[in-house]
């Protein structure tokens, strides 16, 4: 970092098991990427060519090597995975992945209904050669999963081979974990983390007011996936405590506490004046 502080908490370093993020790259053009890279390479762990934007991406191999050099680890969407296996050419998507040599898959079934089993057949042959990520949750919101179904679905997809299971919340955030509104689906997601480790779940949470509730719930280390390009600064300073979203988070408490109280001091003071 540029210069100290104290009570900022401690971030592992990459590559990283824990306290995750995945930036969701849309269409990035070969000069943002590298400008992102300056910008914000050192934060970034994996990056997400978001839905099907690899099919029309230019200079998409110079990508690939941009993210893979600055030690970021790119991958296909979910949904492209999708889209070869409901045309039965599961066998084209290996050899996509060979001829990009990208290390990271994700195997979803959030806009197709698939066999379960099949699914994790296919992650645990992946897991075989690659690094996985599967996502539970649909992205249509008139599908309910019960919170029972998705901590079977989590639990026997990693025990199948993935490295994180994603909880499905789109781009938007509105669907999956979150309400319709945006807000945190809190019964399902206390439901899924009394059975599986939250260090094994990528968070999708492209909104700050989902960011700052995944930070307060498990702390600076918390997975988060789905972030736009210019938010990856932003939510470090939220894993930090620099912003006032998360400002007292990672103070002592009594020091919090005197903060706390000066600041309701000035603002009885502004409010009698």
């Not at 979803?108 to 645990?124: A, P, Q, V, W």
């Not at 309400?179 to 399902?188: C, D, I, K």
């Amino acid at each position: 970092m540029n210069f100290e502080l104290p009570y900022i908490p401690e971030r592992p370093v990459k590559p990283r098991q824990k306290g995750v993020t995945m930036m969701m790259d849309k269409g990035l053009s070969l000069r943002e990427t590298e400008n992102f890279i300056d910008a914000s390479g050192h934060l970034t762990d994996v990056v997400k060519f978001g839905f099907g934007t690899s099919y029309v991406t230019n200079n998409f191999q110079e990508k690939i090597n941009l993210y893979k050099s600055a030690g970021i680890q790119p991958y296909l969407g979910g949904t492209l995975f999708e889209a070869f296996y409901a045309r039965g050419m599961f066998e084209d998507y290996i050899r996509l992945l060979d001829k990009y040599n990208l290390d990271l898959a994700e195997i979803s079934d959030g806009s197709i209904i698939m066999n379960h089993n099949d699914k994790c057949e296919l992650i645990h042959r992946l897991a075989k050669t690659r690094t996985v990520m599967s996502e539970v949750g649909s992205k249509d919101s008139g599908i309910i999963v019960s919170p029972t179904k998705w901590v079977k679905m989590m639990s026997t997809e990693l025990e199948a081979g993935s490295w994180k299971v994603i909880a499905e919340g789109r781009e938007a955030g509105n669907v999956g974990v979150f309400r319709p509104n945006g807000t945190a689906h809190t019964y399902l997601i206390n439901k899924i983390i009394a059975k599986v480790d939250p260090n094994d779940i990528l968070w999708e949470a492209p909104q700050k007011n989902q960011q700052v509730w995944f930070i307060k719930l498990f702390g600076e280390n918390v997975n988060l996936g789905n972030i736009g390009p210019n938010d990856m600064i932003p939510l470090e300073c939220l894993r930090l405590g620099l912003r006032g979203d998360t400002f007292f988070e990672f103070l002592p408490s009594d020091y919090a506490d005197r903060l706390k109280q000066v600041n309701d001091e000035a603002e009885v003071e502004e409010e009698e004046n």
